[in-house]
């Protein structure tokens, strides 16, 4: 880590050592907020433009990896000073929460590698409030034995998580993105994205929300982006006169997996307005193909629960992917959530357009 970027961190962990102490010390500072706004709209204009080629000659993994460490604390500390604003103006509101994001040898995953505190347990535990002053802590996982259902926040939470030396920390993120990862066809981190949204519903769900809830909104950006790409793009009919009809078949896959998810997200708000009738789907293909009516379901109720998060969690979890696959005929009448198997979307994609190939020969 070069001098400047660890003045850099030193700088964002400082306004996060103000907000702590200052509410620990009943010392609150009106102007603290515009300050911190200020220096971190600089700061990430600053970051974002060390990354563009037309400024700097060369960008290398670990100029990358500097840089989006500073972001991820940055973002630590932003979602702080709003808890520290919303607490200046009602010093009754002591369940608003702290966050620190956590480091695993994986690097920093999804949001389920968060910890927070509440207002509260900070004025009850000086030392456990000590402990989220730096924005990015630690947790040493590797040999650590994730069960089926376990999530990185089930280790972090059995192992525990300490902030260590930032450069020590910074060259774990290192080594996490710069180790060989495999490619990603365009169609794969479609498919990815839409996964990554049905586990952030579940999340959701089976655990406190994490500061403002922008899922249904993130995932209609996304959604009017890529419903015409692959409406328009994708027409089954197509695959007749292909080169290699497999990735229309892919094509095909990913617009049904899209639709699952806008009815998915579209049935979480409801449900958050209230109706707990609304349900959770995973559309089902089957070794003959896709069928009307095949779909499993579960109540979102039934992810909401306070006093069995992990294993409700865990049941979402069984969602996360918008298309299963059961090896039998879809006129086998019974089939069951334990049935399907979530395949990766070249083999389902092999296997639609089997089935594809077939019935036109038929």
């Not at 192992?159 to 774990?172: E, F, H, P, R, T």
């Not at 403002?212 to 409406?231: I, K």
């Not at 292909?242 to 094509?251: D, F, H, I, K, R």
Request: negative net charge.
């Amino acid at each position: 880590m070069n001098n400047i970027v660890r003045a850099m961190f030193d700088k964002v962990q400082y306004y996060n050592d103000v907000v702590i102490n200052n509410i620990s010390d009943a010392d609150l500072e009106e102007n603290l907020v515009q300050e911190y706004r200020q220096f971190s709209d600089i700061l990430l204009h600053i970051l974002h433009t060390s990354l563009e080629p037309i400024i700097v000659d060369e960008v290398t993994a670990e100029d990358k990896a500097e840089t989006q460490f500073m972001l991820y604390a940055l973002r630590m500390v932003s979602m702080n000073i709003k808890t520290y604003e919303a607490y200046l103006q009602d010093t009754s509101k002591t369940d608003l929460r702290i966050y620190r994001h956590v480091l695993t040898k994986d690097g920093f995953g999804t949001n389920d590698q968060w910890e927070s505190i509440t207002i509260k347990d900070m004025l009850d535990d000086h030392n456990l409030a000590t402990a989220f002053i730096s924005p990015i802590a630690f947790c040493d996982d590797s040999e650590y034995v994730y069960a089926e259902d376990a999530s990185k926040q089930d280790a972090i939470k059995e192992l525990g998580a300490k902030a260590i030396n930032v450069s020590q920390m910074l060259q774990i993120y290192v080594d996490s993105i710069v180790k060989p990862v495999p490619f990603l066809t365009l169609h794969e981190q479609i498919f990815q994205k839409l996964n990554l949204f049905n586990d952030k519903i579940s999340f959701n769900l089976s655990y406190k929300s994490k500061g403002e809830d922008t899922l249904y909104e993130d995932f209609y950006t996304f959604y009017n982006g890529m419903y015409p790409v692959l409406r328009n793009t994708y027409n089954y009919d197509a695959i007749k006169d292909q080169p290699n009809p497999s990735l229309y078949a892919e094509g095909a896959i990913l617009f049904q997996a899209l639709l699952a998810v806008k009815d998915n997200v579209d049935n979480y708000k409801l449900f958050l307005e209230g109706n707990n009738k609304a349900e959770m789907k995973k559309i089902i293909l089957f070794a003959n193909g896709f069928h009307s009516d095949g779909k499993l379901s579960m109540k979102f109720a039934d992810l909401k629960n306070e006093t069995e998060s992990k294993k409700a969690y865990a049941t979402g979890r069984r969602f996360k992917q918008p298309v299963g696959f059961i090896d039998a005929d879809s006129s086998e009448e019974d089939f069951t959530a334990n049935d399907f198997q979530d395949l990766e979307l070249t083999q389902l994609a092999r296997i639609f357009e089997k089935v594809e190939r077939a019935e036109r020969e038929d």
